[in-house]
């Protein structure tokens, strides 16, 4: 025989049950929209977050940090003489051949900045004329104008190294240094070249330093050098400092 207040009890029991799961359910699903919108808020919040960040990057200039900087000046030179002086003088024109004997011959100057931490110069400035010629010397191939387009390499070797009895126009005995300056050029006609410029200069330096140039134009090597010689006012260089200082390694002024 059944028992009426043990059924009821057992209904009043699984109406508990059932109340229960019914409000842990609905805890549940509340929760996890929460959650959602919690997550959705934080990710809104890191975009606009890294929109601004971005907008401040692109206005604002990065500094890094300070350098050492020199600045130096390079030239094609003239040599010449008057009495006992010796003048040197920017202006002059160095030339170099090819393995058939063609020859190029160059005028130039410029400038660069070399600052510790960089391999490569810095600030390249620069050009001057070109003019090809066959192997006679005397039949001209071609002719323009080249420009600096960017620095390779430079080593100076330490200490100033002035000519003795040189009267210098172009700056300070003091300041004039030997070393090797590589430098990428284009030229008028179109040609992409590499200028190499080496200066022995006047003061005691290794023997392995030669002084003039030597250039590539196209697929052109201009590699044996015209040597410099006595009485004759041709393939000679001159490296000067300019400025020393600290200088500020800016981040978007980097190019190597």
């Known amino acids: 025989m059944n028992n009426p207040t043990r059924q009821t009890n057992r209904s009043i029991t699984m109406a508990a049950k059932c109340a229960v799961l019914a409000l842990l359910t609905g805890i549940a699903v509340t929760w996890a929209a929460w959650l959602s919108g919690r997550a959705g808020e934080k990710n809104q919040a890191?975009?606009?977050?890294?929109?601004?960040?971005?907008?401040?990057?692109h206005g604002e200039k990065h500094h890094g940090e300070k350098h050492?900087?020199?600045e130096y000046r390079w030239d094609l030179i003239h040599i010449t003489s008057q009495g006992t002086n010796t003048f040197l003088d920017a202006g002059g024109f160095d030339w170099a051949k090819a393995s058939d004997g063609s020859?190029?011959?160059?005028?130039g100057s410029g400038t660069w900045l070399t600052i510790s931490g960089h391999e490569t110069p810095?600030?390249?400035t620069g050009g001057g004329n070109w003019e090809t010629?066959?192997?006679?010397?005397?039949n001209s191939t071609g002719s323009g104008t080249y420009a600096v387009t960017g620095g390779v390499g430079f080593n100076v070797v330490p200490g100033s190294t002035p000519a003795a009895g040189?009267?210098?126009?172009i700056g300070n005995t003091g300041d004039s240094r030997a070393g090797l300056l590589i430098l990428r050029v284009h030229y008028s006609d179109g040609e992409e070249g590499v200028l190499t410029v080496s200066c022995h200069g006047g003061g005691p330096v290794p023997e392995t330093i030669f002084e003039g140039i030597t250039a590539t134009k196209g697929f052109v090597g201009y590699v044996?050098?015209?040597k410099p010689a006595g009485g004759v006012d041709?393939?000679?260089t001159a490296f000067h400092v300019l400025a020393e200082g600290q200088v500020d390694d800016d981040d978007d002024d980097d190019d190597d």
């Open 46 to 57: 890191d975009k606009h977050k890294d929109k601004n960040k971005g907008e401040k990057h």
């Open 68 to 70: 050492h900087g020199t």
């Open 103 to 107: 020859q190029i011959t160059l005028t």
């Open 122 to 124: 810095q600030a390249v």
């Open 133 to 138: 010629l066959d192997k006679s010397g005397t």
């Open 166 to 169: 040189t009267i210098d126009s």
């Open 224 to 226: 044996d050098r015209g």
């Open 234 to 236: 041709a393939n000679r």
